[in-house]
């Protein structure tokens, strides 16, 4: 569904990707586990338009994506989550999920699908008139993950939802991550909460540094030495 | 050896610019000083913005706004004592009866603007880039509509005319020579380091100690200065000054001769200023002759958005002119 | 006239005046919002709505056709100079962008100036500035009633249009934070031209009334306005658009009852006070006075 190949990407004169390839079939939930700084969120953003790769390919259902626009990406099926929420602080909450659905013209479907999104996470229930800006962490995390949802993605992608939340509200992301992966969505799960990942994941991917250091089965992973002292705690 | 050299080359060309200015102050036409004039003026105009706004990175849409002050200074202080005691009721006697020199006017002209722009830095320097901005337009209405109001002092808007004409090409080149030296040792000083310093990153500068808003005040103050002498200088060469010469036109004229040049080059504002004159002369004679007028300040806003679409760093960037330059054109240097 | 009564004219002025600021401000900040610039050549917009409505109306068209389509001029200069000359400079630096509204202040005024020569003229349609009725000594002109019952419901329109459209809320989504803007998928481009459209009809219906009250048009009209518009920007904290609104009924006011307040021979210098407001509202309030945070949200 979604191929990377050989992706380069560049900040001035700094490289931040340095070859970066892999894949997500379609109906796969697929992991790219790292720590801070390793490339993470910059390839997520070229794949969503916002970063402009120098050299390298993106391909997705077939077609390719580096010379398309943001907007056009979306439309196309891809959704992404950013790291740190971005949620319109300004805007209530169902304004927030409105513009979910920006491109989206069917406006009946969308007034359900946001009482779908509400009935996934319940503690925007009572929150939709409130402006995003006033929710705790956790609820903006919640609204941004709705948020995605509201484009309808073939192709979810979510940057870190786990970031800064606690014990227990990392649990209900998840939980929620698990009941998507089983209504059929495709999910590429960026964390740095590498346990959790490869539980819910069928593969994961190491990226340290700018490159995909190592690759396979989520199970294959989670026993591997390297990945226990590097990001399981030992 | 390289700098020996280099001085030579200096001192050469120094002796050459002078040679010509005696040479075209002696002997030239009318049209051609006239324009020379106005070419110096420019210089200097150009080149004290570009101390305030590229090289300490200040956005000051204001600057016209000391020459106006400039102006007006110069022209009480020589319009003759009948004149001002018919015109300007308002002065305290003892101005209505003397009448200064073109020297003294120029430097208290540019000491009052100075003091003015003490008390506006200091509001601006708090300011973020736009604010700034539309701040310093503020000030540029401001004194727009007191010398359009102050009747008894400035002859509201028929302006005051009939003054000296003093200013001749000794002291426009003088005054632009002069200018350009104190702005190149201004950034090639210790302080001038640190201005550049300031102007790429407020804060790091900041940080590493170096008090940044004094010293962009003090760039604010100087540009004020030098740009309020050429106020003085234009008023004694045309011999007219009015609240309308020193408005939106020529605040953009200078802007544009900055930023096609280069904000942060001085040498850039300089070679700039000169063609940018030369251009202005050639349109305006264009204009004449087919009797259509505005066509020039439509062209120069047209390339400077041209200019600031594919070229923003200006011809120059904030490189300044070097001799090495020739060393690749000829082996001679 | 009595006290009171000359009260009440002032207050009529100032809510007329104050009317025509909101407009103009609204439309200068919405711009700002978005793109973080600012915009002068608005002004020049306003100009540009009043030259057309007058020179269609001279040419015969009947007045209502000649001011409907005037304004409707003016929003598509509007989205013509957004495409001209601030796409090419998407993502320069906001002094860039600034500078280049001030190149087209320059080039537009001296254009119009080009066509229709540099002079004051008379601007007498509808003879707007007639008084209407007079209560106990009150001459309430109709420009008065006018101005204040278009802008309330120009405003009534844009509140709706900001709360309740899609376009509307991805406005607000786009100033709010660009980056979440582009990853839903909001088409900036739309975005943008429609703040231009709508703040440059906003600027013609401005025009309309500036120079009907004045009686006259000229090349410049537009300058002193949309300094003005900034200043009541200011005061509204930058940005937003309520903030707006109230900037420019601020801003009215202060200026009618300052010069009620000054002695005559002073009144030339009103545009003065007004700027030194600015400069004193900035030093005292940079955020404004209604802005909390508002000068923070950057796009």
Redesign the interface.
């Known amino acids: 569904m979604l191929e990377v190949t050989d992706l380069e990407v560049f900040y001035g004169n700094i490289q931040a990707l340095h070859g970066i390839s892999f894949k997500v079939e379609k109906g796969e939930t697929v992991t790219i586990i790292g720590s801070n700084g390793a490339g993470k969120s910059t390839t997520l953003l070229a794949i ?3 970063l402009k790769p120098q050299k390298g390919e993106i391909k997705y259902l077939d077609k390719h994506l580096d010379k398309l626009s ?2 056009q ?3 196309m099926g891809i ?2 989550c ?1 790291e740190g929420r ?6 209530s909450v169902y ?1 927030n999920l ?3 659905a ?2 989206r013209r069917d406006k009946k479907a969308v007034r359900d699908d946001i009482h779908w999104v509400v009935s996934l996470f319940p503690d925007l229930k009572d929150r939709l008139e409130q402006q995003g800006g006033t929710l705790s962490g956790g609820q903006q995390q919640m609204l941004a993950i709705g ?2 949802l509201m ?1 309808k993605p073939k192709l979810l992608i979510l940057d870190e939802p786990s970031l800064g939340l606690s014990p227990m509200l990392v649990n209900q992301i998840f939980e929620v991550i698990a009941m998507l992966k089983n209504i059929g969505t495709t999910v590429l799960l960026v964390e740095q909460n590498a346990r959790q990942a490869l539980e819910i994941a069928d593969r994961g991917y190491v990226i340290e540094t700018g490159m995909i250091t190592m690759e396979g089965p989520s199970s294959v992973l989670k026993n591997s030495d390297r990945v226990k002292s590097a990001y399981l705690g030992g | 050896m390289n700098k020996n050299k280099h001085a030579l080359y200096l001192m050469i060309s120094m002796g050459l610019f002078f040679c010509a200015v005696y040479l075209l102050d002696a002997y030239g036409n009318h049209y051609y000083q006239r324009v020379s004039n106005l070419m110096m003026i420019y210089v200097i105009l150009t080149v004290s913005l570009n101390l305030s706004n590229g090289i300490v990175g200040i956005s000051s849409l204001g600057q016209i706004g000391f020459m106006s002050i400039g102006a007006y200074v110069s022209a009480i202080l020589t319009l003759p004592p009948g004149l001002k005691e018919h015109w300007l009721t308002g002065l305290p006697h003892w101005m209505s009866t003397i009448q200064s020199g073109l020297f003294p006017a120029m430097i208290l002209a540019g000491i009052l603007a100075a003091a003015i722009a003490f008390l506006v830095g200091i509001v601006i320097l708090r300011l973020q880039g736009v604010f700034a901005a539309v701040t310093t337009l503020g000030f540029l209405i401001i004194v727009k509509v007191v010398a359009e109001n102050w009747m008894t002092v400035t002859r509201g808007g028929r302006g005051i005319s009939s003054l000296p004409t003093y200013t001749n090409l000794w002291w426009t080149s003088a005054v632009a020579v002069i200018t350009v030296y104190v702005v190149l040792r201004i950034i090639r000083s210790p302080y001038g380091r640190s201005m550049l310093a300031v102007r790429e990153h407020d804060l790091a500068a900041q940080s590493i100690g170096i008090n940044a808003p004094r010293i962009r005040l003090l760039a604010f103050v100087i540009s004020a200065f030098f740009t309020a002498v050429a106020g003085a200088l234009w008023a004694n060469l045309i011999g007219v000054v009015s609240p309308g010469s020193f408005y939106l036109w020529l605040t953009l004229l200078i802007i544009i001769m900055m930023v096609v040049g280069g904000m942060g080059s001085v040498t850039g504002s300089v070679f700039s200023a000169i063609g940018f004159t030369i251009l202005l002369e050639l349109l305006r004679g264009f204009e004449n002759k087919i009797a259509v007028y505005g066509i020039s300040s439509i062209i120069f806003a047209i390339v400077f958005m041209l200019v600031i679409i594919f070229h923003p760093d200006g011809v120059m960037g904030d490189r300044e002119f070097s001799w090495d330059w020739f060393k690749r054109i000829t082996p001679l240097f | 006239m009595s006290h009171t009564a000359y009260f009440f004219q002032q207050f009529i002025n100032a809510l007329s005046l104050g009317s025509i600021y909101a407009l103009v401000t609204i439309g200068l900040a919405m711009v700002f919002s978005i793109l973080r610039l600012i915009n002068f050549a608005h002004g020049d917009l306003m100009m540009i709505g009043s030259y057309s409505i007058l020179m269609l109306w001279n040419a015969g068209v009947p007045v209502w056709m000649a001011i409907l389509a005037g304004i409707v001029l003016c929003g598509i200069a509007g989205v013509i100079m957004e495409r001209v000359c601030y796409r090419p400079l998407r993502g320069s630096a906001e002094m860039t962008t600034l500078l280049t509204s001030f190149a087209v202040v320059v080039l537009l005024e001296n254009g119009v100036t080009l066509l229709f020569g540099p002079n004051t003229r008379p601007f007498r349609i509808l003879n707007f500035t007639s008084p209407t009725f007079s209560i106990d000594s009150i001459l309430i002109s109709k420009i008065d009633v006018i101005s204040v019952v278009l802008t309330l419901i120009i405003l009534l329109l844009t509140t709706l249009f900001i709360k309740k459209t899609t376009i509307g809320i991805s406005m607000r989504a786009v100033a709010d934070d660009l980056t979440a803007s582009h990853l839903v998928g909001i088409r900036l481009n739309r975005v943008i031209v429609s703040a231009f459209f709508i703040g440059s009809l906003f600027a013609g219906v401005a025009g309309l009334l500036w120079s009907a009250r004045a009686g006259k048009l000229y090349p410049l009209m537009g300058f002193i306005p949309v300094v003005k518009a900034f200043v009541a920007a200011v005061i509204g904290g930058f940005g937003s658009i309520p903030g707006a609104v109230v900037g420019g009924y601020v801003l009215g006011f202060a200026e009618v009852f300052l010069v009620a307040l000054l002695p005559p021979e002073l009144q030339g210098y009103r545009d003065a006070f007004v700027f030194i407001l600015l400069i004193f509202i900035l030093l005292v309030r940079p955020q404004g006075i209604l802005g909390a945070k508002t000068m923070q949200r950057r796009i």
Do not use: H, K, N
């Open positions: 969503a338009g916002l943001a907007y990406i979306v439309s959704s992404l950013p971005r949620i319109f602080t300004s805007l304004e409105l513009m979910g920006v491109q948020r995605a484009s």
